[in-house]
């Protein structure tokens, strides 16, 4: 088991030295004035598939978005619970089907109240 | 199983990590690195967790905390005025260092008081199963309870947006 998250924390590691090399040569030549340094105001700006930037990156958000937020962690919980009980399932047979019923009908009271709410729709 | 150093190197690599992340998180100035930061400090726990042979823990705690809370949070920030997104002086400063020089205290108490026995039982193969077998025999009653837990945070979600909204929109 652990020696496959090691070869994951491999690649990990890979992943963060590969967008730093890059940046930190840029920073480098820089720094030894190899690199040539002509900024103007239009390089400088953020890069917007070639549109000029309109207003602050940091809006405000509408409030009714955070509900689907809200809404997803419950979900990830759910899943999070789900999990250990499908790699337990084969031993278990239908009890064990029985009891994950429950538990999603439980849940699916929930979600046909947020249904019913709306708080499903994407405004 | 890995090398024991091949452990140990990673266990020092990631507290390393995480202990950084968690000063930037108190140090950065905007609110949203504050939590990308954050996020960070989740994911190197649950590297830590990965070193403890604790599988099941670590994936649970990157797709609930580095996942979904971290969300939560960068929604919070999002939802205050572009102007109070700093992580600026406040008066909570003082009693914030008291309360976690205490916990810092207690925790290096019981570090310290602790007799760290080494079990003789091998590694843990895989622990989603044997959680996956606890919660439909002995703990029944606790996961449907969860559940119910789990519609109430969601009715409750429901609920209390719902009420923002029509202050937002007076």
Known sequence: MIDQFGRAGFLLVFAVIFPLIPIVASVALGLFKIRPSKPDPIKDSIYECGMVPIGDAQVRYNVRYYVFGLLFVVFDVEAVFLYPWAVAYVGLGVYAFFEALIFMAILFIGYAYAWRKGAMEWL | ?170
């Open chain 2, 1 to 170: 199983m890995i090398e024991d150093n091949g452990i140990v190197i990673a266990f020092w690599i990631l507290s390393a990590t995480t202990i950084a992340c968690a000063l930037m998180t108190a140090a950065v100035r905007e609110l949203v690195q504050a939590v990308l930061f954050l996020a960070l400090t989740f994911v190197g726990a649950a590297g830590i967790y990965i070193c403890l042979s604790a599988d099941f823990v670590a994936v649970a705690q990157i797709l609930i905390y580095a996942g979904a809370v971290s969300v939560l949070m960068t929604f919070a920030v999002m939802l205050t005025p572009a102007a109070d997104r700093h992580n600026s002086e406040t008066i909570f400063q003082a009693p914030a260092l008291v309360l976690s020089g205490l916990l810092l205290a207690v925790i290096v108490f019981v570090v310290l008081d602790t007799d760290w026995a080494i079990s003789d039982a091998g590694a843990f193969q895989t622990t989603a199963a044997s959680l996956g077998e606890a919660f439909l025999k002995p703990y029944v009653v606790p996961f449907e309870v969860a559940s119910v837990l789990l519609m109430v945070a969601m009715i409750g979600a429901i609920v209390l947006t719902r009420e923002l909204e029509e202050d937002d929109d007076a």
